[in-house]
């Protein structure tokens, strides 16, 4: 099996007055279909406008920077499952397949954020499908005048208004009056939203950074989207040590850049290549992954297709190489003296490391 596993920058998929969308096409990194996942990201303009819509995959949104609005309706539209969301910068929004959701950027700035989901039932493999509620791409402009007017009981010259009236297609730019007749939502943290950026970490390495991890029993909503949601910062020239899932990941490069090795099927090293700010990569299912940050050090947010996936850690105390001590140096065919020191190392071990490493100092 062969997989192209080199990161990517996303194609502009439009981009308009109120911003633009971007995403990351299986045409151009075919392992999205083959792993089925998706990815895209979103830029608003301030008083940009997404239009509602709902989509054949469901994602978690992560914003990147500035200030959003989100309105959120899940299917049924029954008591409490609709909502007025403020997000900002580290805010984790999940977004459920069908539900319909619009985004606005109240904010003076940019807001920037990046979608990673499931593809299990996407359309086309590896990438999102959105259906348009409004604009002259949404399913009002394309229904019949006769039908609209029998739907919501107006006229002919009022059906052709709603399905007519609004030019845009997927981001608009409200004006100044329109802009003001929205209200500014919330930014407390909701039952829909969680701030990753500033949850407590799951591990953290004094000169080798953190590693935060939202799941559905820290976080009830994200079953909704079936996925798991990570946040890791390595400082300069820290490690993130090997490691493999039980479900596809997706690596999203939030700030900075490094090396990122990858291990597939044989043992054969599939990828081993520098990564930067904006780029993508996908770990497919039980790949080994191993992330070095470069001197500035780097930021990633990566999701697993599972809110309780099963991860292998080859170094920590939880190694899965932490067994018996005859059977690890018969199986390494080492030396006594080296495994002694090998078992020492995964048991007082972290999964991620500061700088300090064999190459740099004497084995103790």
């Not at 969308?21 to 608003?44: F, H, I, M, P, R």
């Not at 039932?121 to 039908?147: C, D, N, R």
């Not at 190694?319 to 995964?346: A, C, D, G, K």
Request: proline share 5%; with cysteine; net charge neutral.
């Amino acid at each position: 099996m062969n997989m192209d596993l080199s990161p990517k920058f996303p194609q502009t998929f439009t981009e308009t007055e109120g911003g633009g969308y971007y995403n990351w096409a299986a045409t151009d990194s075919e392992v999205l279909g083959q792993a089925k996942v998706v990815a895209g990201k979103l830029v608003l303009k301030p008083r940009g406008f997404a239009l509602p819509h709902y989509a054949d995959c469901s994602k978690v949104g992560y914003v990147l920077q500035g200030n959003c609005g989100v309105g959120l309706t899940l299917p049924g539209n029954k008591k409490g499952d609709t909502a007025f969301i403020g997000l900002k910068k580290g805010d984790v929004i999940p977004v459920p397949a069908t539900s319909v959701s619009w985004w606005y950027n109240y904010g003076n700035s940019d807001v920037v954020i990046v979608f990673l989901g499931d593809a299990t039932k996407a359309y086309v493999p590896g990438e999102i499908t959105y259906f348009l509620l409004a604009g002259s791409q949404g399913h009002l402009a394309a229904l019949s005048p006769e039908f609209i007017a029998r739907t919501y009981h107006v006229n002919g010259e009022k059906a052709q208004k709603l399905a007519n009236s609004q030019k845009g297609v997927l981001i608009i730019k409200l004006d100044q009056e329109q802009a003001e007749g929205i209200p500014k939502p919330s930014e407390l943290e909701t039952i829909w939203t969680q701030n990753i950026d500033g949850a407590s970490p799951d591990v953290e390495v004094k000169n080798g950074g953190k590693c935060t991890s939202l799941t559905g029993t820290k976080f009830p909503f994200l079953e909704e989207v079936g996925l798991n949601v990570t946040r890791l910062v390595l400082e300069s020239s820290a490690t993130r040590t090997p490691s493999y899932a039980s479900d596809a990941r997706v690596f999203y490069v939030a700030k900075g850049g490094g090396q990122v090795q990858i291990v597939g099927l044989q043992g054969k090293l599939v990828l081993n290549t520098k990564v930067e700010t904006g780029q993508l990569f996908v770990v497919p299912k039980l790949f080994m992954v191993t992330i070095s940050a470069n001197e500035e050090g780097v930021e990633l947010v990566s999701i697993v297709t599972s809110t309780r996936p099963v991860i292998g850690e080859l170094a920590s105390k939880n190694s899965v190489l932490n067994t018996i001590p005859s059977i690890l140096q018969v199986s390494l065919n080492i030396t006594p003296e080296l495994n002694h020191h090998f078992r020492r190392m995964i048991e007082t071990g972290t999964t991620i490391v500061p700088p300090l490493n064999l190459f740099q100092a004497r084995w103790g």
